[in-house]
């Protein structure tokens, strides 16, 4: 089966609810994604490096509404968080940060780059959106690759979640993939929140920035990813419910559409739909991930609240063990660094 690549036919394969449907799918998804991956599985983790933010997005446990624990890594912490990481055998690493231009600026984030290149041989970030200029010092430091999510593409939505900072600005935050592609990154990470909007309509809408992408910068190796929205400490917001049926469809629908494309899949899943999903057309998954600020190394992480709670605690060990077990060959670097110039 071929669904269009239109509104009706995303929402028709969504609501149907027949188990022949979802079947079907999965087996489109999974001898495309074994067609063009074969049986390997990427892994990366994240290492968080600060949860300050300038931003309200009603959403997120980071918001500057929030009243957390805010922490900012110094230098020697983050060594000690990647050298700890590293030490697993990771050799991808994506920082991330809230989005604080005060807080953690360019050249914060320049150092923590530095440092990574002593650990790591892919480095991407996912923080706040920045000029094509920055993004260019960035690479040039050694960054490959940049995570930035709409979120939702639906404007009206995406005004009521995002009621202040810069994140307000739809059209900024819009612009940053081709920005941080002009820039010369390697990869680009899209994404929606699952839950926020109407699923069908974004996933339209971020198939078609994707292909319009894939068009205008046809270097880059893009990925896509899809978190799905859950309730944060005091906070209201009625998230729609995305079951793993539907969830299931979303990915297989993602590689039935682009498939070459990545997907990636972090721990906010629990471990035997991960496991199901890595046939499905998942090729990136994250291992013994935390989610706090120095959740690796700082004596009481549990202390703070992460951005999202880890529903596959296992760790890289464990993963590997999964990924064998399931005759997967699991990819921990395919790249070397270069001299970005
Ligand atoms: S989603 Fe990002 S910008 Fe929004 S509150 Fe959370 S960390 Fe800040």
């Not at 839950?195 to 270097?219: C, I, M, V």
Request: with cysteine.
């Amino acid at each position: 089966m071929k669904p269009l690549l239109s509104y009706e036919s995303i929402q028709s394969v969504l609501k149907d609810t027949s188990p022949g449907t979802t079947e079907a799918l999965a087996q489109e998804a999974a001898a495309l994604t074994r067609q063009y991956f074969g049986r390997t599985m990427s892994l990366y983790a994240p290492i968080y490096l600060s949860n300050h933010c300038s931003s309200f997005c009603t959403y997120c446990g980071f918001n500057n509404r929030q009243k957390i624990k805010r922490i900012k890594l110094s230098l020697t912490e983050i060594q000690n968080e990647m050298r700890q990481v590293s030490q697993t055998g990771i050799e991808n690493i994506l920082l991330l940060t809230g989005e604080s231009y005060a807080m953690t600026p360019i050249s914060y984030l320049q150092d923590a780059v530095e440092a990574a290149r002593g650990h790591f041989t892919g480095i991407s970030l996912e923080v706040h959106p920045m000029e094509t200029d920055e993004y260019r010092a960035l690479y040039r430091q050694g960054v490959d690759g940049i995570t930035v999510y709409q979120e939702t593409y639906n404007r009206k939505r995406y005004q009521e979640v995002h009621l202040g900072g810069k994140k307000k600005n739809y059209d900024y935050r819009l612009g940053t993939p081709e920005r941080a592609a002009r820039a010369g990154m390697r990869s680009i990470s899209l994404g929606i929140l699952l839950g926020l909007g109407d699923t069908a309509e974004d996933l339209l809408a971020l198939f078609q920035h994707l292909r319009s992408l894939e068009k205008n910068y046809p270097a880059v190796e893009y990925s896509l990813s899809f978190p799905r929205l859950r309730q944060i400490k005091g906070q209201g917001l009625a998230p729609q419910t995305i079951d793993d049926i539907a969830f299931t469809k979303i990915i297989c629908l993602a590689r039935i559409f682009f498939p070459r494309v990545g997907i990636n899949l972090s721990t906010r899943e629990p471990p035997r739909l991960r496991d199901h999903l890595i046939e499905c057309g998942v090729t990136r998954m994250s291992a013994g991930s935390k989610t706090s600020v120095g959740g690796y190394t700082l004596a009481d992480p549990s202390a703070q609240d992460p951005q999202f709670d880890i529903q596959d605690n296992r760790s890289v060990d464990d993963i590997l063990k999964m990924l064998k077990q399931r005759d997967f060959d699991p990819v921990f670097t395919d790249w070397r660094p270069i001299p970005n110039i």
